[in-house]
T-cell receptor, first 112, second 113 residues
């Protein structure tokens, strides 16, 4: 069955520290991959997406993600977090002809 | 600017009443989706529509109904049959059947008292 796993429900990092949010997927073919961010009480905003080509993808707000086919992973990274990065982050997978499947999310907390 | 508009932002209803949440998009997207979000449960798909006058049930369709009479509009009705309707509801759209990513509205917080 197709699925997306975000193993960390909560992550806490200090402001200025680096960040990595994990995402693993199970899919029948090479999927399209996405990371979304959600601030409290708001909708989801697309951070970045991978369809094909270079496996290191740059997104908005200084985020990047790397697709690793051998590990079925698409981890999100940021070299130095800001207090404004505190939010919930969703990994998602899809294909051209199918609906997107979302992970359950990782809530990021930032320590001052 | 193009986007998705959900209204209202906050909605309060008495138990046993039906309530309709609005979702309008001006992106010329073919597909539209409704999700329910509860703390710790991620996004759960309620209904989706890939073309006008057609829609399909998602994972948690019981107690909900939708219509898609116009490409721009995909209203969701929460009926009295929905046992626990208090939640945050998100509408999304995509240019095609979905794989290229969704654009989300800002959500409606429904509270049933």
């Amino acid at each position: 069955a197709q699925s997306v796993t975000q193993p960390d429900i909560h992550i806490t990092v200090s402001e200025g520290a680096s960040l990595e949010l994990r995402c693993n997927y199970s899919y029948g073919a090479t999927p399209y991959l996405f990371w979304y961010v959600q601030s409290p009480g708001q909708g989801l905003q697309l951070l970045l997406k991978y369809f094909s080509g270079d496996t290191l993808v740059q997104g908005i707000k200084g985020f990047e993600a790397e697709f690793k086919r051998s590990q079925s992973s698409f981890n999100l990274r940021k070299p130095s977090v800001h207090w404004s990065d505190a939010a919930e982050y969703f990994c998602a997978v899809g294909r051209e002809d199918d609906k997107i499947i979302f992970g359950k999310g990782t809530r990021l907390h930032i320590l001052p | 600017d193009g986007g998705i508009t959900q209204s209202p932002k906050y909605l309060f209803r008495k138990e046993g009443q039906n309530v309709t949440l609005s979702c309008e998009q001006n992106l010329n997207h073919d597909a539209m989706y409704w999700y329910r979000q509860d703390p710790g449960q991620g996004l759960r798909l309620i209904y989706y529509s890939q073309i006008v006058n057609d829609f399909q049930k998602g994972d948690i369709a019981e107690g909900y109904s939708v219509s898609r009479e116009k490409k721009e509009s995909f209203p969701l009705t929460v009926t009295s049959a929905q046992k626990n309707p208090t939640a945050f509801y998100l509408c999304a759209s995509s240019p095609d059947r979905g794989g290229y990513g969704y654009t989300f509205g800002s959500g409606t917080r429904l509270t049933v008292v």
